[in-house]
T-cell receptor, first 109, second 112 residues
């Protein structure tokens, strides 16, 4: 079974709006990562947050981690059409890096 | 640096055939892994390796074999292809488990 589950499964917004997607996981983790995948291509790393961190920023991205709730959120501010992609969270479960099911984000001009 | 390379990009197999998907990285990464991605789904871990000579099973290892004789290469073997193995296969590498994963471009496999 998947370690991480993203919510919502799909999100449609207008350019300039903020996009928030959530990830819940099942077991204790050392870190959580977010990745982006453009249609049919390999995943690209966005940001990594360690279990002792609560918030991290990278450009227009803001990631939060709540280990007590076993959840994380990814916020993309001032979204652009080029942000259209699928976004996945990934958690380290023992020796394995396990991905969630993804959120498909569509940003319309 | 070429990063992570995968060959072939696309392959069509008949049921029962065997083949090897190649994965190579030139970043001296210890951790390598294989995932499969089915339509509308996330990535499922097939096998992974924490270093040369060491491999282990992921979530969906049945029907696949791997070996890691060198740090650079991590081939994935389909022993007897089945239609259920039709998927896109991604190889990834990183310095370690808790580090940024670098993905290859993927191999699209169709099993008839």
């Amino acid at each position: 079974s998947q370690q991480g589950e993203e919510d919502p499964q799909a999100l449609s917004i207008q350019e300039g709006e903020n996009a928030t997607m959530n990830c819940s996981y099942k077991t204790s983790i050392n870190n959580l990562q977010w990745y982006r995948q453009n249609s049919g291509r390999g995943l690209v790393h966005l940001i990594l947050i360690r279990s002792n961190e609560r918030e991290k920023h990278s450009g227009r991205l803001r990631v939060t981690l709540d280990t007590s709730k076993k959840s994380s959120s990814l916020l993309i501010t001032a979204s652009r059409a080029a942000d259209t992609a699928s976004y996945f969270c990934a958690t380290d479960a023992g020796q394995k890096l396990v991905f969630g099911t993804g959120t498909r984000l569509l940003v319309s001009p | 640096n070429a990063g992570v390379t995968q060959t072939p990009k696309f392959q069509v197999l008949k049921t029962g055939q065997s083949m090897t998907l190649q994965c190579a990285q030139d970043m001296n990464h210890e951790y390598m892994s294989w995932y499969r991605q089915d339509p509308g789904m996330g990535l499922r871990l097939i096998h992974y390796s924490v270093g040369a000579g060491i491999t282990d099973q992921g979530e969906v290892p049945n029907g696949y074999n791997v070996s890691r004789s060198t740090t650079e290469d991590f081939p994935l073997r389909l022993l007897s292809a089945a239609p259920s193995q039709t998927s896109v296969y991604f190889c990834a590498s990183s310095k370690g488990l808790g580090e940024t994963q670098y993905f290859g471009p993927g191999t699209r496999l169709l099993v008839l």
